[in-house]
Nanobody, 124 residues
Framework: QVQVVESGGGLVQAGGSLRLSCTVS????????MGWFRQSPGKEREGLSC????????AYSNAVKGRFTISRDNAKNTLYLQMNSLKPEDTAIYYC?????????????????WGQGTQVTVSS
């Protein structure tokens, strides 16, 4: 059984930083492109970043480009999202997801496995 578990969320002041982690079990992480998404109440799930199977390429949404950095350690079956210069509008539940392809997608429907999410709250 595949398990995806996000951690590292919490409460932070605007301008601060958080590092999210996503630990995956039940699959070999280097067979999957990985992505980070977020969702706020009443809003659609938003794709933030995606990284290729090997970690050789990555992409970011305009909302987070220059502030967030995605990385992966396949040997540890772990995905990371370093979030800097956080803003109140970054407040959301953050989700980790796995896609059974080499490269990234911006569509949540193309990801096969999802975690339960971790709450990030940014105060003004």
């Amino acid at each position: 059984q595949v398990q995806v578990v996000e951690s590292g969320g919490g409460l932070v002041q605007a301008g601060g930083s958080l590092r999210l982690s996503c630990t995956v079990s039940g699959l070999t992480l280097d067979d999957y492109a990985m992505g980070w998404f977020r969702q706020s109440p009443g809003k659609e799930r938003e794709g933030l970043s995606c990284i290729s199977r090997s970690g050789g390429s990555a992409a970011y949404s305009n909302a987070v480009k220059g502030r967030f950095t995605i990385s992966r350690d396949n040997a540890k079956n772990t995905l990371y999202l370093q979030m800097n210069s956080l803003k109140p509008e970054d407040t959301a539940i953050y989700y980790c997801a796995a896609r059974a392809r080499s490269y990234c997608s911006t569509s949540a429907t193309e990801f096969s496995y999802w975690g339960q999410g971790t709450q990030v709250t940014v105060s003004s």
